[in-house]
């Protein structure tokens, strides 16, 4: 009887405990299943990861053999090539001794894939190979040197009648018997036209150099490859596979260029994995089963385990967590049952449950309080400086209550919006005649003291937007309230009128707006009105009104293209003079400051697309907080400076982390500098002129140019003229003006100052020396 009771009156507890004790049945069903398919699973995902990593593996092959082609195709169309290789019995005296530069261009080459290819030679007749090291004679090479087990040295001699683009033969064994060794190799033979004769470039790539990179990239140390080309000829093979596995290899074609299945390696299971390369190679590797099912078996070992103890802690919580569940339950329990009439109490208890008829009467509770407590915190301080700054920012973001609720509230309903600003700027007799005491109150207050101004006269909420910057939304229900704004803005003035000798006041003033939404454009107009502050507009309400102000920024092709070759050309005051000007040009055409700030994600989003060009990452120049201030559009009137010098740091780091100077490219640059002045002297020609033509910056030509050569671009452009009007002396009758004339220099007295200069003697002096008179 006593038992009854006692389970009666607890009935709740033994109700909870039986909820808890049925989530046991989920874990017990689960780890049955997960028990007699785990197993599959991981046979399924260990061939998924067999193929990934033999897929992996086979792009790696194939990145090797682009790098071989691109090697080839590189080598044939250098500069070095293309002008020294030659049949031998065509080479003269001066171009057989730039032979060395043909070996270097050839070890140049060689050096990214060195570890890949075993050799590297080229040729162009059958009289001498050309190698990294050295030249050799052609049938010397390929009878003792390197010889070819598959390929005799009339195969190669053919090779020069035909061209190819890339083409891999089958593998072979190479012997060198000086050395009295032996390599295993496949060779790759491209064959192009060079100055009318076909040249033949070999690079044969090491066999074991494939093996080793299968078998390090490989899962399974136990695992067995195979490598077959398009012809299927067989490339490599470790010594495991038995000849009933190389059988399936042999005659299993899968219907994709991936596959797997299961074989017989001897008189073991395994698993055959297969894949094709985009060169045609045929991929396979051959994995004991054992290998893999050792981790199956522990993977379901630990399911079991995991589920015995997930039992046996579930089943101990189960008591703890009712107990401690139920004690809370019961007090609440017995408090609503004071408060509630107990007959009706027991009634609804056997209809619809215990736990339910508590849960009633707490939703009773809670919503005979709901209202109240929304609308209290809805239009708290809190809530309302988060909105109007929202609307600041230009976001509307979810809120308690609906936005028309807020302006309801708030009585902003109706009419139009303004923003006002105020900048207060402390001098320094601020911080040095009153206490930090007194300071600290003057700030707390500074709020408080315009919103009560503001208040008096329109119908506002004022917020603190960033220290020392109010931002006061007003709206105007009428005409006439603009009258009582400026009132209430020169009250405001003239209150600040007597601190004078602690701060100064900067007021601007937005335009109006009919749409609550574009507080943040009034915002925008009152911060770029304050911009365009002069020392003459000291004290004075700025309205943006009496300025030009565009909704728009200006930043062409052209001009992220000026910043470009700056980055190019590694001119950092360029980039920094380019971003400079097109900042002063937007300022001075009125843009707003929002679309300042739009502007400066423009310079950033410029650079990010040139590091991503050189396959770079953003991150490797910036850290998160930097690349998420970079990003954003929004920027308060403090922040301009701090971010414009944060993109000239990042534009400086670009141009430290990719900018280099080799000297062929400078010896270019110098190439194209000097046949640009010859054949242009005669023009109005000056270093500004040949720097627009090339697309960088006159700073970097003329550095560049003078690094080089020892002599001023405008110094050589003097000499060439010079020289050319020395022939036209000598050559013809015509005048001396004419000559200057003809020669690009416009002025005579210039001609014959720099003719003096560069000769010693005047025109005519030079001329009677070479015995000829001027013309008259």
């Given at each position: 009887?006593?038992?009854?009771?006692?389970?009666?009156?607890?009935?709740?507890?033994?109700?909870?405990?039986?909820?808890?004790?049925?989530?046991?049945?989920?874990?017990?069903?689960?780890?049955?299943?997960?028990?007699?398919?785990?197993?599959?699973?991981?046979?399924?995902?260990?061939?998924?990861?067999?193929?990934?990593?033999?897929?992996?593996?086979?792009?790696?092959?194939?990145?090797?053999?682009?790098?071989?082609?691109?090697?080839?195709?590189?080598?044939l169309?250098?500069?070095?090539?293309?002008?020294?290789?030659?049949?031998?019995?065509?080479?003269?005296?001066?171009?057989?001794?730039?032979?060395?530069?043909?070996?270097?261009?050839?070890?140049?080459?060689?050096?990214?894939?060195?570890?890949?290819?075993?050799?590297?030679?080229?040729?162009?007749?059958?009289?001498?190979?050309?190698?990294?090291?050295?030249?050799?004679?052609?049938?010397?090479f390929?009878?003792?040197?390197?010889?070819?087990?598959?390929?005799?040295?009339?195969?190669?001699?053919?090779?020069?009648?035909?061209?190819?683009?890339?083409?891999?033969?089958?593998?072979?064994?190479?012997?060198?018997?000086?050395?009295?060794?032996?390599?295993?190799?496949?060779?790759?033979?491209?064959?192009?036209?060079?100055?009318?004769?076909?040249?033949?470039?070999?690079?044969?790539?090491?066999?074991?150099?494939?093996?080793?990179?299968?078998?390090?990239?490989?899962?399974?140390?136990?695992?067995?490859?195979?490598?077959?080309?398009?012809?299927?000829?067989?490339?490599?093979?470790?010594?495991?596979?038995?000849?009933?596995?190389?059988?399936?290899?042999?005659?299993?074609?899968?219907?994709?260029?991936?596959?797997?299945?299961?074989?017989?390696?001897?008189?073991?299971?395994?698993?055959?994995?297969?894949t094709?390369?985009?060169?045609?190679?045929?991929?396979?590797?051959?994995?004991?089963?054992?290998?893999?099912?050792?981790?199956?078996?522990?993977?379901?070992?630990?399911?079991?385990?995991?589920?015995?103890?997930?039992?046996?802690?579930?089943?101990?919580?189960?008591?703890?967590?009712?107990?401690?569940?139920?004690n809370?339950?019961?007090?609440?329990?017995?408090?609503?049952?004071?408060?509630?009439?107990?007959?009706?109490w027991?009634?609804?208890?056997?209809?619809?449950?215990?736990?339910?008829?508590?849960?009633?009467?707490?939703?009773?509770?809670?919503?005979?309080?709901?209202?109240?407590?929304?609308?209290?915190?809805t239009?708290?301080?809190?809530?309302?400086?988060?909105?109007?700054?929202?609307?600041?920012?230009?976001?509307?973001?979810?809120?308690?209550?609906?936005?028309?609720?807020?302006?309801?509230?708030?009585?902003?309903?109706?009419?139009?919006?303004?923003?006002?600003?105020?900048?207060?700027?402390?001098?320094?007799?601020?911080?040095?005649?009153?206490?930090?005491?007194?300071?600290?109150?003057?700030?707390?207050?500074?709020?408080?003291?315009?919103?009560?101004?503001?208040?008096?006269?329109?119908?506002?909420?004022?917020?603190?937007?960033?220290?020392?910057?109010?931002?006061?939304?007003?709206?105007?229900?009428?005409?006439?309230e603009?009258?009582?704004?400026?009132?209430?803005?020169?009250m405001?003035?003239?209150?600040?009128?007597y601190?004078?000798?602690?701060?100064?006041?900067?007021?601007?003033?937005?335009?109006?707006?009919?749409?609550?939404?574009?507080?943040?454009?009034?915002?925008?107009?009152?911060?770029?009105?304050?911009?365009?502050?002069?020392?003459?507009?000291?004290?004075?309400?700025?309205?943006?009104?009496?300025?030009?102000?565009?909704?728009?920024?200006?930043?062409?092709?052209?001009?992220?293209n000026k910043?470009?070759?700056?980055?190019?050309?590694?001119?950092?005051?360029?980039?920094?003079?380019e971003?400079?000007?097109?900042?002063?040009?937007?300022?001075?055409?009125?843009?707003?400051?929002?679309?300042?700030?739009?502007?400066?994600?423009?310079?950033?989003?410029?650079?990010?697309?040139?590091?991503?060009?050189?396959?770079?990452?953003?991150?490797?120049?910036?850290?998160?907080?930097?690349?998420?201030?970079?990003?954003?559009?929004?920027?308060?009137?403090?922040?301009?400076?701090?971010?414009?010098?944060?993109?000239?740091?990042?534009?400086?780091?670009?141009?430290?982390?990719?900018?280099?100077?080799?000297?062929?490219?400078?010896?270019?640059?110098?190439?194209?500098?000097?046949?640009?002045?010859?054949?242009?002297?005669?023009?109005?020609?000056?270093?500004?002129?040949i720097?627009?033509?090339?697309?960088?910056?006159?700073?970097?030509?003329?550095?560049?140019?003078?690094?080089?050569?020892?002599?001023?671009i405008?110094?050589?452009?003097?000499?060439?003229?010079?020289a050319?009007?020395?022939?036209?002396?000598?050559?013809?009758?015509?005048k001396?003006?004419?000559?200057?004339?003809?020669?690009?220099?416009?002025?005579?007295?210039?001609?014959?100052?720099?003719?003096?200069?560069?000769?010693?003697?005047?025109?005519?002096?030079?001329?009677?020396?070479?015995?000829?008179?001027?013309?008259?």
């Amino acid at each position: 009887m006593h038992v009854k009771q006692s389970l009666n009156k607890n009935r709740l507890f033994f109700k909870i405990l039986l909820y808890f004790i049925s989530l046991l049945i989920p874990i017990v069903i689960i780890g049955i299943i997960a028990y007699f398919n785990a197993d599959q699973i991981m046979k399924k995902d260990t061939s998924e990861k067999l193929i990934d990593n033999l897929r992996a593996s086979s792009k790696t092959m194939d990145i090797y053999l682009s790098m071989a082609q691109s090697t080839n195709n590189s080598l044939l169309l250098s500069e070095t090539i293309q002008q020294f290789l030659r049949p031998y019995p065509l080479l003269t005296d001066e171009e057989k001794v730039k032979m060395p530069s043909i070996l270097r261009a050839i070890a140049g080459n060689r050096n990214p894939i060195s570890h890949f290819v075993d050799s590297i030679f080229i040729y162009v007749d059958d009289q001498r190979v050309y190698l990294s090291d050295g030249v050799a004679d052609f049938d010397v090479f390929f009878d003792k040197f390197y010889k070819f087990d598959e390929y005799n040295k009339d195969f190669w001699r053919q090779r020069l009648t035909q061209s190819s683009l890339f083409e891999l033969l089958k593998p072979t064994r190479v012997v060198n018997a000086d050395m009295n060794t032996t390599r295993e190799v496949v060779p790759s033979i491209t064959t192009q036209y060079l100055s009318g004769h076909l040249a033949t470039m070999v690079t044969t790539i090491s066999i074991p150099t494939i093996k080793a990179t299968l078998q390090n990239n490989s899962i399974f140390m136990t695992t067995d490859y195979m490598v077959l080309d398009k012809d299927n000829n067989i490339i490599l093979q470790t010594s495991g596979l038995e000849d009933n596995a190389k059988r399936d290899i042999m005659g299993w074609v899968p219907p994709e260029k991936s596959g797997s299945r299961a074989v017989e390696n001897g008189e073991e299971p395994s698993w055959m994995v297969q894949t094709t390369s985009d060169y045609g190679w045929r991929y396979v590797s051959i994995t004991p089963v054992h290998s893999f099912n050792q981790e199956s078996s522990s993977i379901l070992n630990l399911i079991i385990w995991i589920c015995i103890s997930l039992l046996v802690i579930s089943v101990a919580f189960s008591f703890i967590f009712s107990f401690r569940l139920y004690n809370p339950i019961k007090n609440i329990r017995d408090i609503l049952q004071k408060n509630d009439n107990a007959d009706e109490w027991q009634m609804e208890t056997r209809r619809s449950g215990e736990l339910q008829m508590i849960g009633n009467s707490v939703n009773h509770l809670i919503k005979r309080h709901m209202d109240d407590n929304i609308k209290i915190s809805t239009f708290s301080d809190e809530i309302l400086e988060q909105f109007f700054t929202n609307l600041l920012k230009g976001y509307r973001g979810p809120q308690p209550y609906s936005v028309h609720t807020i302006l309801n509230e708030i009585d902003f309903q109706t009419g139009s919006y303004l923003c006002c600003c105020f900048i207060i700027e402390f001098k320094d007799r601020f911080y040095h005649e009153i206490v930090e005491a007194d300071r600290l109150l003057i700030l707390e207050k500074m709020k408080r003291l315009l919103s009560g101004i503001m208040k008096k006269y329109v119908n506002c909420y004022l917020t603190e937007y960033e220290p020392n910057l109010y931002v006061c939304m007003v709206n105007l229900k009428g005409d006439d309230e603009r009258e009582q704004l400026d009132q209430g803005l020169e009250m405001v003035r003239t209150t600040f009128a007597y601190d004078m000798i602690y701060c100064e006041l900067i007021i601007g003033l937005g335009k109006t707006y009919e749409k609550i939404e574009e507080f943040s454009k009034s915002y925008s107009d009152a911060i770029t009105a304050i911009d365009k502050r002069t020392e003459a507009s000291k004290m004075n309400i700025l309205d943006a009104n009496h300025f030009e102000i565009e909704q728009n920024y200006y930043y062409s092709f052209l001009d992220e293209n000026k910043i470009v070759n700056a980055l190019k050309s590694g001119d950092v005051e360029g980039v920094k003079s380019e971003l400079e000007g097109i900042i002063a040009l937007n300022k001075s055409r009125g843009v707003s400051f929002h679309y300042l700030g739009a502007l400066l994600v423009e310079f950033f989003n410029t650079g990010n697309r040139y590091i991503t060009d050189k396959k770079l990452s953003v991150y490797d120049f910036l850290d998160t907080n930097e690349h998420v201030s970079l990003s954003q559009k929004e920027l308060l009137p403090s922040e301009f400076d701090g971010r414009l010098k944060l993109i000239f740091e990042f534009y400086d780091k670009i141009i430290a982390k990719t900018f280099s100077k080799p000297e062929s490219k400078s010896g270019a640059l110098v190439s194209f500098i000097t046949d640009y002045i010859e054949k242009h002297y005669e023009q109005d020609l000056y270093l500004e002129v040949i720097a627009n033509e090339i697309g960088l910056s006159a700073k970097y030509v003329s550095r560049i140019f003078k690094e080089s050569t020892g002599t001023n671009i405008s110094d050589y452009i003097s000499i060439v003229r010079i020289a050319k009007a020395r022939d036209l002396l000598v050559n013809t009758d015509m005048k001396i003006s004419d000559i200057a004339d003809k020669i690009g220099i416009f002025s005579r007295t210039t001609f014959l100052r720099l003719f003096k200069k560069y000769e010693g003697i005047s025109p005519n002096e030079y001329r009677s020396a070479h015995g000829i008179k001027e013309k008259m």
